[in-house]
């Protein structure tokens, strides 16, 4: 599709969308978009979000695998926002029209503490950022700036046709404390999902609370099945040895949920964005690595 003459691209997207080259941009889908809605519809829904909105502003581009990337425009007054997925034959496989919703006032707060990521090696944000588009815990306050971790080759988080966790490459790789402190809670014995299943009764899995200075706290949740070697009192440095990641809990494959916050009990605790040592804040898309 590259070759098209005037074929749409995620970089100019806005601009044709508020022009109202819906007819380009629907002929552009995928297959599986089109079944779920016709052109007529699309239309309709289309023009009347374009009302009242004077330009868009793209204002991220996310790599999602090596075959999508995502792409965000918001309307000149930011309450709206266009939420696009294109693969490199500028084939739309998404879009979403949504409000834009924000938090500026827990948006501009950070965390006291400096952290690191709670790993070793290199892993790749599957979710994370500051708004629901490539977070999807945003809109989640006791979650809002929490992360979703997961290793990537070749564009996949796992090798072969996965059928077992071990077919995932972030299955039984360590996890590190992410900051100096006193771990407060453990749970160890969450059996790991078999792929399929998820374990909505117990969300976390295993996880380890960990209490640090100027009164945060930070969750790492999904570690595999008695692999925590921390206990309950134990005063801990940032970059030790925590456990090995598994796939317990509400969780679809093997990865790291990460989140700081302001109670030992992030059932109602406020989730605190969080402040990295080398002042870069990862969003979805980003590979990250070790700070410490």
Known sequence: MNNLQQCLTGETFGARFLKGDFQAIYNQTANNFKEM???????????????????????????LTDHLRHFLWIDNEKIKAISVTFDP???IHSLLLAPY?????????????????????????????ANQFIN??????????????????????F????TLNDDFYAFNKEVVAPCDGKVVKVVNSIVDNELGSTNVSNPEGNYVTI????????????????SIVVEPGQTIKQGQLI???????????????????DSPNHHNAKSIRIR????????QGDLVKSTN
């Open 136 to 157: 999807y815990h945003y809109e989640i306050e006791e979650q809002r700036y929490a992360y979703d971790l997961v290793i990537v080759k070749g564009g996949q988080s």
């Open 243 to 261: 456990g090995l990641c598994g796939n317990s809990g509400n969780s679809t494959e093997p990865h790291i949920h990460f989140q700081v916050m």
């Open 101 to 129: 919703e924000t938090y500026p006032e827990t948006d501009n707060q950070f965390s006291k503490n400096t952290y690191m990521m709670p790993i070793q090696d290199e892993w790749f944000v599957f979710w994370g950022g």
């Open 37 to 63: 809605i016709k052109i007529g519809q699309f239309m309709e829904l289309s023009s009347s979000f374009n009302s009242g909105v004077q330009h868009y502003s793209l204002v991220s581009e996310t790599r």
């Open 89 to 91: 034959d500028d084939v």
């Open 276 to 283: 990295f040592h080398d002042d870069h804040e990862p969003i």
């Open 211 to 226: 209490q640090h200075a100027n009164d945060e706290y930070s969750l790492i949740a999904h570690f595999k099945q008695n």
């Open 159 to 162: 090798k072969d046709t996965p």
